[in-house]
């Protein structure tokens, strides 16, 4: 089955610097990803839809300055967290899509973020 | 108003019993049903996706239903193992811009 892989697994940061999260999809191109956020016991959260070439669409309520979104290629998309705050700290997933269609999703192993 | 939700919440059963979840959805146009089963600090994972005319399917011991008519879903684990321990999550899919809406999830707790 298709493969999606999230680097790094884990990252611990302090407050104020930026952390980048990148997802790839190892065994097809993906033309769209998504980012998820997921705090501890709830559900996941999508932050935003990022198409190759062209600009996140972002959900209401992420600020895109914020968590900046690059697709540069088919099969990459990373995630920069900007000024990390403490309530930053999650698990963020993301998956990609081989067509445009999003039902064809697989998910990566996620990235657990802690802000100190 | 899209919503999917999930039931119960959370669910204690013994080793080897066997359990359903159930999932409401309100989505439409309805595009896809899809449920993922999750570990703790790991990814979803895919255990059945479901089209408007399928009514049953299985995977292994997890066999999920799908009535469009009553918008209702379900997931049936038989035989439950240690390893089933996870949330359960049911996400459909609307047709229209491509929206994909998750449930909150079904916690699972198999004890020995």
């Known amino acids: 089955g298709a493969v999606v892989s999230q680097h790094p697994s884990w990252v611990i940061c302090k407050s104020g610097t930026s952390v980048k999260i990148e997802c790839r999809s190892l065994?097809?191109?993906?033309?769209?990803m998504f980012w998820y956020r997921q705090f501890p016991k709830q559900s996941l959260m999508l932050m935003a839809t990022s198409n190759e070439g062209s600009k996140a669409t972002y959900e209401q309520g992420v600020e895109k300055d914020k968590f900046l979104i690059n697709h540069a290629s088919l099969t990459l998309s990373t995630l920069t967290v900007t000024s990390a705050h403490p309530e930053d700290s999650s698990f963020y997933i993301c998956?990609?899509?081989?067509?445009?269609?999003?039902?064809?999703?697989?998910f990566g192993p996620g990235t657990r973020l802690t802000v100190t | 108003k899209n919503q999917v939700e999930q039931s119960p919440q959370s669910l204690i059963i013994l080793e080897g019993k066997n359990c359903t979840l159930q999932c409401n959805y309100t989505v439409s146009p309805f595009s896809n049903l899809r449920w993922y089963k999750q570990d703790t600090g790991r990814g979803p994972v895919s255990l059945t996706i479901m089209t408007f005319s399928e009514n049953t399917k299985s995977n292994g011991r997890y066999t999920a239903t799908l009535d469009a008519d009553t918008k209702q879903s379900s997931l049936h684990i038989t035989a439950s193992q240690l390893s089933d321990s996870a949330s359960y999550i049911c996400?459909?899919?609307?047709?229209?811009?491509?929206?994909?809406?998750f449930g909150k999830g079904t916690r699972l707790h198999i004890l020995p």
């Open positions: 065994d097809f191109q993906a033309t769209t």
């Open positions: 996400v459909v899919s609307a047709n229209r811009d491509d929206k994909i809406i």
């Open positions: 998956s990609a899509g081989p067509l445009r269609i999003s039902y064809e999703q697989y």
